[in-house]
């Protein structure tokens, strides 16, 4: 069994006085630095979107930020612009340890999302991680950072789907709470075997 830690998206667009602000979303650095020293394997997400991204509210004319649209893959929560690649918002918290082993970018095709490291929002285009774990012999993954209930929720069930033992560490997390999001996305999780703690 190896285990890797998984840091999604701690990003200044998703902490204090970003575009996208997950309330209370700093307080993840520091417990996060803190169990870097815990795993072998760290890897670290980047939301990495192109300007104009069709996440964007922004490129959805009369549409606002947390509107709903249909795209090819599936229904879309429109965002504020966010982490638009080479941005200061698109950067690592300033305090965020990344010495890890790889930094993964997602996000980066501007007609498709990616909430989870491992697939796009159309559930089918491989990201390359589930490779990068295999060849590594890595079958444990915790999962901690910003959001808990859009891009961990995401990785973190399709690391389920793909056999891996996941575990989330709470408090190394926080949510965005859209709609109920947090509450239905927790309900997913533990209904597939998402350990917390
Ligand atoms: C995220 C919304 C849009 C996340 C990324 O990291 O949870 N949420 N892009
Ligand atoms: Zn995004």
Redesign the pocket.
């Given at each position: 069994m190896t285990k890797a830690l998984l840091v999604?998206?701690v990003q200044n667009d998703?902490c204090t006085g970003g575009a996208?602000a997950v309330p209370d979303g700093d307080a993840v650095v520091a417990p996060i630095n803190a169990m870097m020293d815990h795993f072998d394997t760290v890897i670290l997400t980047q939301?990495w979107h192109p300007s104009g991204h069709s996440?964007f509210a922004s490129s959805h004319p009369g549409r606002g930020p947390f509107d709903t649209v249909e795209m090819p893959y599936g229904t879309q929560v429109l965002?504020p612009d966010?982490?638009v690649q080479g941005s200061t918002g698109g950067a690592f918290h300033p305090d965020l340890r990344v010495d890890g082993d790889l930094i993964l970018r997602k996000?980066f095709r501007r007609d498709i999302?990616s909430?989870s490291a491992f697939f796009e929002n159309d559930q089918t285009t491989p990201t390359g991680l589930d490779g990068y774990l295999g060849s590594r012999d890595i079958t444990d993954l915790t999962l901690v950072g910003?959001?808990l209930d859009?891009?961990?929720a995401f990785s973190a069930l399709d690391a389920r789907r793909l056999g891996y033992a996941v575990t989330i560490a709470s408090d190394a997390c926080r949510a965005?709470d859209l709609d109920g999001s947090l509450e239905t996305q927790l309900a997913n999780m533990r209904q597939r075997g998402v350990n917390f703690t």
């Amino acid at each position: 069994m190896t285990k890797a830690l998984l840091v999604i998206d701690v990003q200044n667009d998703f902490c204090t006085g970003g575009a996208l602000a997950v309330p209370d979303g700093d307080a993840v650095v520091a417990p996060i630095n803190a169990m870097m020293d815990h795993f072998d394997t760290v890897i670290l997400t980047q939301d990495w979107h192109p300007s104009g991204h069709s996440s964007f509210a922004s490129s959805h004319p009369g549409r606002g930020p947390f509107d709903t649209v249909e795209m090819p893959y599936g229904t879309q929560v429109l965002w504020p612009d966010h982490c638009v690649q080479g941005s200061t918002g698109g950067a690592f918290h300033p305090d965020l340890r990344v010495d890890g082993d790889l930094i993964l970018r997602k996000g980066f095709r501007r007609d498709i999302d990616s909430y989870s490291a491992f697939f796009e929002n159309d559930q089918t285009t491989p990201t390359g991680l589930d490779g990068y774990l295999g060849s590594r012999d890595i079958t444990d993954l915790t999962l901690v950072g910003l959001a808990l209930d859009f891009c961990v929720a995401f990785s973190a069930l399709d690391a389920r789907r793909l056999g891996y033992a996941v575990t989330i560490a709470s408090d190394a997390c926080r949510a965005i709470d859209l709609d109920g999001s947090l509450e239905t996305q927790l309900a997913n999780m533990r209904q597939r075997g998402v350990n917390f703690t």
